[in-house]
């Protein structure tokens, strides 16, 4: 695929102090309206500057499309069933959990956030070891290095500058590897965004930044973040282009992102790009969107549905059959249905596991620690079962940690 | 000061005679104490400005500063970009110039991003200015363990900030006290690092909140800013608490009757500054004390409270003071925190631990 993201380092490394802007500085801007190369009503768009995946790339990403609304059913159902404790959902955002893992090969990295738990799964990560954070035994489930996926951030924009490591890593160290780096709109808004903008650009590495722009971070609209034209126009500040896309259409989004990896992966360096999507339920459940948007605004979006138009335009290719969807759904419900089991196993949570990787070598007060606990445990099991024995209630309090 | 927007229920409970039966005992919870707190205080001084991550129409993820928009306007009660180092820096120049900011970090561990605006600047501005510029700031945080959150929602952050000479920081553990503590560290001139522990936020108490209003406004309210408080007497030992703990520490003496205990149990209220007068007083009496906190031992508010009790209570001591608190590890996951707060059975340990003759 040809660096369709044009203009780029030569023109800006040069005379950025001058008064007049230099010389190609205006193809670091993005294109007026997102990037859009199938439309809503499932129609191909023609763009010169973006050809169409080939269809067998997009019936694949189809597929990862459909189990990732899946996956995003499923962990609904398990947080209002009390299995775990929390879910940021990213139905509606599909699309772009999709392309963000689909454009990497195995030798690149992901950054994700909290939101990205399907394109996680999508990079490779088995979906049980990805929801341990959020069923509550453990703060991350998965080897980082196994599918070179970071843990999910939280601290936001904080994971964009570490994405922005690794690639200068990857770069000394002469590895072809990209990195591409996750984050919301109000996460644009820290400092930390900045900061790791600006790294990556001067230090010339190859990281895709991917703002996934769903209007809002928790209540608040994206207007109280930026008066910028957009937020890819934020990439010119730093000498980096900056593309728009829309968010809900798979095709666009591989093709633009497709783009801006191999532009890295050829040296062209980092950029910056906006997906325009709409995060279709709450924050999470916790969270109560009645307060800060009807249910109008979100009605607007459901036509705009990225499973909706990809599969419009997939059956009218005849690229996809009855029987076709059968197997994508067989799959997504095979992902459900292992999710569901996984989590409605109790896992045994071991506390010994609590002071075992605080350090690399325990600290003396932290074997204390260890061995204060394991011996109140003890006590406390001795204790139960002395109740049970002698059915007396004299039993010393002992060592009874109060228990949720 | 005058009321006026609250007049009705000022008019209801100035007549309690009036009604024949004795009334229902109004209740209100923690949040909604600190809710009328920052409404009570907007209502009386102009100057005082609520900022931050979606405290505005969305009153704030925990509703601590819900309806503050709708009766103040976006002016006084507004959503800032997402940005903690922003946020806090702003609020220095708003203090600068004439403004009571008070600003909310989302959660504890969300603040970080303003350690530096807060350590070297909001700490430090008046020192430097040799009280030339005051920053009557106070910085609200939700803060602390014990409701099953997910990392970075339920870190212990409080000796940071009581390490950071200039700051005063208060952690309220009653639904009076929130009220009472918020209005008065607004009213303060110094920045305040005000510690909201989340797990009480639903708790309840027999309080009448328009009471407290004007039991505020009338100057009736004793001091409560470096004044700590007997949350419970007793005269066998000492449990010394702040914020979260406190509950616990008062189960744990509870349970400590029935086995024939007392133990008196103090609430800080206040950690910087420290009251060491009502701490040492009540230790020179019942001559042993556990510390009861939350955050991990080592290097904390805890060990501060045990050296200085030591320091000055050591002839009337009759064993070691000693500490309840969470393990030197990360804040665990929801499945393991009960494994890692104080309890009542390890703080009734510790007291068994006090080398009783008996
Ligand atoms: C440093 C920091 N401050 C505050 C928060 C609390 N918080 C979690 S998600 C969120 C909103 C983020 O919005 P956005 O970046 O648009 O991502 P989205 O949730 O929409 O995917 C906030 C304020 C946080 N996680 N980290
Ligand atoms: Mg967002």
Redesign the pocket.
Known sequence: MSTAINGGRGSMMGGASGGTPPAGAGALLPSAEPVQLVGPDGQHVHDDRYPLPDGEQLLRAYGCLVAGRRINDQANALVRQGRMAVY?SSHGQEACQVAAALVLGDEDWLFP?Y?DTVAVITKGVDPLQVLTLLRGDWHGGYDPHEHRVATQA???ATQLLHAVGVAHAAKLRGESTVVLAM?????TS?GDFHEALNFAAVFHVPVVFFI?N?E???SVPLKNQTVAPSLAHKAIGYGMPGERVDGNDLAALLAVLGAAVNRARDGGGPSLIEAHTY?MQA?TNADDATRYRSADDVERWVPRDPILRMRTYLRALTLLGDVGERAFADEADAIATAIRKGLNTEVEVNPAELFEYVYTEKTTQLREQAQQLREELARDAAADAASVDSASDDVEHQGKGDQR | MTQTTEAPAARLTHQPEAVAAPPARATATFAKALNAALADTMAADPGVLMFG??VGRLGGVFRITDGLTARFGEERCFDTP?A?AGIMGMAVGMAMNGMKPVVEM??DA?AY?AFEQIVSHVAKMPNRTKGAVRLPIVIRIPYAGGIGGVE?HCDSSEAYYAHTPGLTVLAPATVRDAYFMLREAIAFPDPVVFLEPKKLYWSKEEVDLAELRRTFEDGQAPRRIGRAVVARPGTDATLISYGPSVPTALAAAAAAEEEGRSIEVIDLRSIVPFDDETVCASVRRTGRAVVVAEAPGFASVASEIVARVQERCFHSLAAPVLRVTGFDIPYPSPKLEHFYLPSVGRILDAVDNLQWED
């Open positions: 940021p956030t939101r939280t601290p936001l984050c919301g709109d109000g996460a820290e996934q769903n809002f971070a928790i995060r924050h | 991550e979606d997402l903690e989302q959660f969300f991003p970075h």
